[in-house]
């Protein structure tokens, strides 16, 4: 598979609404004003000097919808971000958001008026018990990191309420996704980073080490953060409880499991879901989220409030005994809860089964096709996603980062790049379940003409990407002295 070097479009890239300029011309014409005139404001408000475009309509809606045309997005091409999980979302599950019922439901009404909406959460508590094998559900947390939190939270009020304030550190695998530490952190705990042996799992030496009447818990993502199933999980979780520790669990990978195998039977006591990874719910945008947190008996008391229950007279909103508190306003994000529900409703048990099947079939067919052109640190089968490594091409010049500016050419999202951090040149690659078999065959196409070009031509390689309205940015710049409003050009 060849890239086609013709540019995609005549216009040149870049162009902004001021090179189409020509002085005079007006998006409309308003008639003579029949009012007086009110004076500007004084001062600093008005900004003299502007260089304002002056275009037609016309040229303003193509240039507007051109621009629309260069986002990319998971309903334009695949997205293969590994740990992030960017499938396809229904839109049958957004038609179910918009149910003017749903959609207009008021989160003060009393409950009496809101008993198909507490309905609705109760039975999707329910539904993510079943899945994860927990007990107890709160929907309140509105992100997965808010979940996570919420997690530690409860990891803390769980060691406090039994006086045992000796616990002051928590461990974290080096793999883990970045958040773990950082909230850890922010529960006031210290940080421990754990090995991973030589096949990708925790390190069962460095843990026993580490473990000891300050430690907290623990937490791990299963499958991890290198797409592998840490097989060791049992033995993990046996050794933290002999230590009174807690094992938390982050939910980020839950689509690798779903209706076949549980984290609570594997000894998780908390954890996290993100329902944008696993259930389908928008992703990414900056919009709104849920991370619901999952427990086990014991920590049922000190689940964030509210918690859906039910009774003879109906559905309502509580606090458990113990409570770690809201998390936020009202009983979290509820339109993104109902897409879920959706979601689980739609598929059922053989169907969420089905979507665990075809995640990691898709990921290991990704691995067998591109095994050998591209390094494999832990070389066995994988889960939902595979991590591959770019250090046979960067030995010749080529870094992972200019392969992945190099997808794009070949109309392609690059994948996550550089993470995990133990693994050198990472190339994380998640195909999702929702991926054809066709589809994946381009994404390999793509990447085996990537390779070639490495060995033949590398410079068209690391110069890439060649077709997009700007090149190769300054990344570091860019995050350290931010544009924060837009500037004409000098």
């Known amino acids: 598979m060849a890239a086609d070097l013709t540019p995609p479009v005549a216009r040149p890239a870049g162009q902004t609404l001021l090179d189409l300029s020509v002085p005079g011309r007006r998006a409309s014409s308003l008639p003579a004003c029949d009012v007086p005139l009110a004076p500007l404001p004084a001062g600093p408000l008005v900004r003299q000097g502007l260089r304002l475009p002056e275009v037609s309509e016309v040229e303003v809606v193509r240039y507007f919808t051109r621009l629309s045309t260069l986002n990319y997005s998971v309903e334009t091409g695949?997205?293969?971000?590994?740990?992030?999980?960017?499938k396809y979302n229904p839109k049958r599950h957004e038609d179910g958001a918009r149910l003017p019922g749903f959609a207009w439901a008021h989160p003060l009404a009393p409950e009496a008026a809101s008993q198909g909406v507490l309905q609705v959460l109760h039975e999707l508590q329910g539904y993510l018990a079943e899945i994860t094998g927990m007990t107890g559900v709160s929907l309140a947390p509105m992100a997965g990191a808010h979940g996570e939190f919420a997690g530690i939270l409860i990891m803390r009020a769980y060691h406090q309420s039994r006086g045992d304030t000796a616990r002051t550190k928590v461990l974290v695998p080096d793999s883990a996704h970045g958040t773990n530490p950082a909230?850890?952190?922010?529960?006031?705990?210290?940080?421990?980073?754990?090995?991973?042996?030589?096949?990708?799992?925790?390190?069962?030496?460095?843990?026993?080490?580490?473990?000891g009447p300050n430690v907290a818990g623990m937490m791990l993502t299963q499958p991890n953060t290198l797409g592998l199933f840490d097989t060791?999980?049992?033995?993990?979780?046996?050794?933290l409880h002999r230590h009174g520790a807690v094992l938390y669990g982050d939910g980020a990978n839950m689509n690798a499991l779903l209706g076949r195998a549980k984290p609570g039977a594997m000894g998780f006591d908390v954890m996290h879901l993100n329902l944008h990874k696993t259930f389908s719910t928008p992703h990414g945008g900056g919009g709104p989220?849920?991370?619901?947190?999952c427990v086990a008996p014991h920590l049922l008391p000190f689940l964030p409030t509210p918690v859906i229950t039910q009774d003879a007279g109906g559905y309502h909103l509580t606090a458990p005994e113990a409570t770690i508190g809201p998390m936020g306003g009202f009983h979290g994000n509820f339109g993104v809860l109902l897409r879920a529900y959706a979601y689980?409703?739609?598929?059922?048990?053989?169907?969420l089964r089905e979507v665990t099947d075809n995640a990691v079939l898709n990921a290991n067919y990704l691995r067998s096709r591109l095994a050998g052109l591209y390094a494999l640190k832990y070389d066995r089968p994988c889960m939902h996603e595979v991590v591959l490594a770019g250090t046979l091409q960067k030995a010749k010049g080529v870094n992972t980062l200019a392969i992945a500016k190099r997808l794009i050419d070949y109309g392609f999202h690059p994948p996550t790049i550089y993470f995990p951090l133990i693994?050198?040149?990472?190339?994380?690659?998640?195909?999702?379940?929702?991926?054809?078999r066709e589809n994946l065959d381009a994404f390999v196409a793509a990447m085996q003409a990537i390779a070639r070009e490495v060995e033949e031509s590398p410079e068209v390689v690391r110069s890439a990407p060649h077709f997009t309205p700007v090149g190769r940015l300054d990344e570091a710049t860019a995050a350290r002295k931010p544009y924060l409003r837009w500037r004409p050009s000098e």
Not at 344 to 351: D, F, K, Q, V
Not at 423 to 436: D, I, K, R, Y
């Open 344 to 351: 689980i409703r739609t598929l059922g048990e053989a169907g």
């Open 423 to 436: 693994v050198e040149e990472a190339l994380m690659v998640e195909p999702t379940e929702t991926e054809s």
């Open 183 to 211: 909230t850890a952190a922010m529960a006031g705990y210290q940080v421990q980073a754990i090995r991973s042996d030589a096949k990708g799992n925790c390190d069962l030496d460095d843990l026993r080490n580490a473990l």
């Open 78 to 86: 695949m997205y293969p971000l590994g740990s992030c999980t960017m």
């Open 232 to 239: 060791n999980i049992l033995e993990i979780a046996a050794e």
């Open 289 to 293: 989220g849920a991370g619901p947190v």
